[in-house]
């Protein structure tokens, strides 16, 4: 069986009160909180593709397989430096077209591609 890394989620209970909700991200998937975002706060595309490349490169994929996803990241990255969003979102679509080719492969497993392409659906609505 082989182990992977998750993104995790997690929405702070709080009282009734005015007080505003906060989310934890647990990037890494080790359990412990890296980011908490208060609300109203958004995460930028640029620092969601970072999240991306990492859920990418802790994946057990061959190093020929991490190259193509990376190769994709990277023109969604130039796209985005470019402000060309029409082109950013076409090169989201054919990230997420390389994930669902690989997940019917068994390279990647419906979770692990589950989480990628939440993560892509992340980036196109901060774009």
């Given at each position: 069986?082989?182990?992977?890394?998750?993104?995790?989620?997690?929405?702070?209970?709080?009282?009734?009160?005015?007080?505003?909700?906060?989310?934890?991200?647990?990037?890494?998937?080790?359990?412990?909180?890296?980011?908490?975002?208060?609300?109203?706060?958004?995460?930028?595309?640029?620092?969601?593709?970072?999240?991306?490349?990492?859920?990418?490169?802790?994946?057990?994929?061959?190093?020929k397989l991490i190259?193509?996803?990376?190769?994709?990241?990277?023109?969604?990255?130039?796209?985005?430096?470019?402000?060309?969003?029409?082109?950013?979102?076409?090169?989201?679509?054919?990230?997420?077209?390389?994930?669902?080719?690989?997940?019917?492969?068994?390279?990647?497993?419906?979770?692990?591609?589950?989480?990628?392409?939440?993560?892509?659906?992340?980036?196109?609505?901060?774009?």
């Amino acid at each position: 069986m082989r182990e992977t890394s998750r993104f995790n989620l997690e929405v702070w209970e709080v009282p009734v009160d005015d007080t505003p909700l906060k989310l934890a991200l647990d990037i890494d998937g080790d359990g412990t909180v890296d980011v908490t975002i208060e609300e109203g706060e958004k995460l930028s595309a640029s620092s969601l593709l970072d999240i991306l490349e990492y859920q990418v490169g802790n994946l057990d994929l061959k190093p020929k397989l991490i190259k193509k996803f990376d190769k994709k990241i990277i023109k969604v990255r130039k796209a985005l430096s470019k402000e060309e969003v029409k082109n950013a979102d076409k090169r989201l679509d054919a990230l997420v077209k390389l994930i669902k080719k690989h997940i019917k492969s068994g390279n990647i497993s419906m979770e692990e591609g589950r989480d990628i392409m939440q993560t892509v659906v992340l980036i196109k609505e901060a774009i």
